[in-house]
């Protein structure tokens, strides 16, 4: 096993600042051990604490291990330990113990029998862990139902002075209760608290929409099937994508590709890709997650596009994510037709009512221009209706593209207002 070269190494980090940091890291004198063998390169990184990080890189993943408490991938230390075995400066030698086990650990992991899909590996032992974290679900809803019910008693007079310990000791409750999907319902109304002069009636809102919840929870049983995967979702289950793949409902269409947002932060980055069928006006939404610094998957097509292919859907009572097989190259698309904003509005509205707790619903307007609304922007069709657009979100692409002139826009539209994702210029897309 031969040392990789610089670029190799840098090549590696999930971003410059991780390069620029591993490069300070490639110093002899911060490495009290090294060494490597035919299968890993190891060493220990004196770092703040007493006890030195223990780094071992497997060069055939490649792949990382490290005791520090970075959740980069690989971390600087990682990529420190392998500039100076780029450098020459890792000698070989016998490996230690802990590097031992965990590279054998990785060996026995390979040789494991491939599952077929959906195959679970210990049925017995999955069911128990499901019962388990459904009793938990359940004592959180219930805390949560009691609570709810306190503030109704108390009213919400002083709640801004209390509002961030309880909801965020409810949001870390949920977490506990594994109901990840009601944590972040509960932290959503904890950023309402306090914002404009509004807040109370949003408040409200949000916690309306937490007591749906809990309340369609302890009724299940007696919802429809697909509704009650709604109420699933929501809280948190998730749907193996073997499952979606071979029981989902599959449409076949050429998929214009409304627009995509991606949403980064210091964990994860999420990015959204709307879809419609040309033929069916089908809606659909591929969601893709990547770690904070990692590439996300490639775009099917670039928006304002057709990709030929087959979206199966998740089960739910308002099914829009789905996972796409892609069955033919993209091909150009024309200008998309749209609704006026009163149209779009009523197909929200319409989706909303199949599902409650609907965050957001992509729409096309037609023959809208941008117009100022208050101290914010709006796109506005002929007869005068309008979606304000999101505050803070720049118009000025929007306005060049216009020139004053009605164009069509898609965009993705929630209770805040209208996120604008492509518009066109004559048959032209252009991402915004």
Not at 297 to 313: C, K
Not at 335 to 348: D, H
Not at 381 to 398: A, F, T, V, Y
Request: a neutral charge; hydrophobic letters at 40%.
């Amino acid at each position: 096993m031969g040392p990789w070269d610089v670029e190799q190494v840098l090549g590696l980090a999930p971003d410059p600042a991780s390069a620029k940091a591993a490069q300070a890291q490639a110093r002899p004198v911060r490495w009290p051990e090294t060494g490597s063998s035919e299968r890993v390169v190891w060493g220990l990184c004196q770092g703040s604490g007493k006890q030195p990080y223990q780094v071992t890189v497997d060069p055939s993943g490649p792949a990382y291990k490290c005791s520090c408490p970075s959740r980069k991938v690989p971390c600087k230390h990682a990529l420190g330990l392998m500039l100076l075995w780029a450098a020459g400066e890792v000698g070989s030698g016998e490996e230690p113990e802990w590097v031992t086990s965990w590279i054998d650990q990785r060996a026995a992991r390979a040789e494991r029998p491939e599952r077929k899909p959906g195959e679970v590996a210990d049925p017995l032992a999955a069911q128990q862990r499901a019962s388990r974290r459904a009793d938990r679900v359940s004592a959180g809803m219930a805390e949560l139902a009691s609570w709810l019910d306190d503030q109704v008693r108390q009213g919400l007079g002083g709640f801004d002075q209390r509002a961030y310990s309880e909801l965020s000791r409810l949001a870390a409750r949920m977490v506990d209760a594994q109901a990840p999907g009601v944590a972040g319902a509960v932290r959503r109304a904890a950023g309402v608290v306090g914002r404009g002069h509004g807040w109370p009636g949003e408040l409200l809102e949000e916690l309306s929409l937490i007591h749906l919840i809990v309340s369609a929870h302890g009724r299940l049983a007696d919802l429809p099937p697909s509704l009650a995967d709604t109420v699933q979702s929501r809280i948190g289950w998730t749907v193996e994508t073997a499952r979606v793949q071979a029981e989902g409902e599959k449409v076949a269409d050429d998929w214009l590709v409304l627009g995509r947002v991606v949403e980064p932060d210091d964990r994860l980055t999420v990015r959204r890709v709307w879809l419609r069928g040309a033929t069916t006006g089908r809606l659909g939404l591929i969601l893709s997650f990547a770690a904070a610094g990692r590439p996300l998957d490639p775009l099917p097509a670039r928006p304002g596009e057709y990709v030929p292919g087959t979206l199966s859907f998740y089960p739910g009572a308002l099914p829009m994510r789905a996972l796409l097989t892609q069955t033919a190259p993209r091909m150009p698309a024309p200008r998309p037709t749209g609704f006026t904003a009163r149209q779009a509005l009523a197909s929200y509205v319409e989706s909303v009512a199949a599902d409650p707790w609907n965050e957001r619903w992509p729409l096309v307007l037609q023959g809208v221009r941008p117009a100022r609304y208050g101290e914010g922007w709006a796109l506005v069709d002929e007869s005068g209706d309008g979606l304000e657009i999101l505050p803070g979100l720049d118009p000025l692409k929007l306005l060049a593209v216009s020139a004053g002139e009605p164009f069509t826009v898609a965009g993705e539209w929630n209770r805040a207002g209208f996120r604008p994702m492509t518009c066109w210029h004559g048959e032209r897309p252009v991402i915004l």
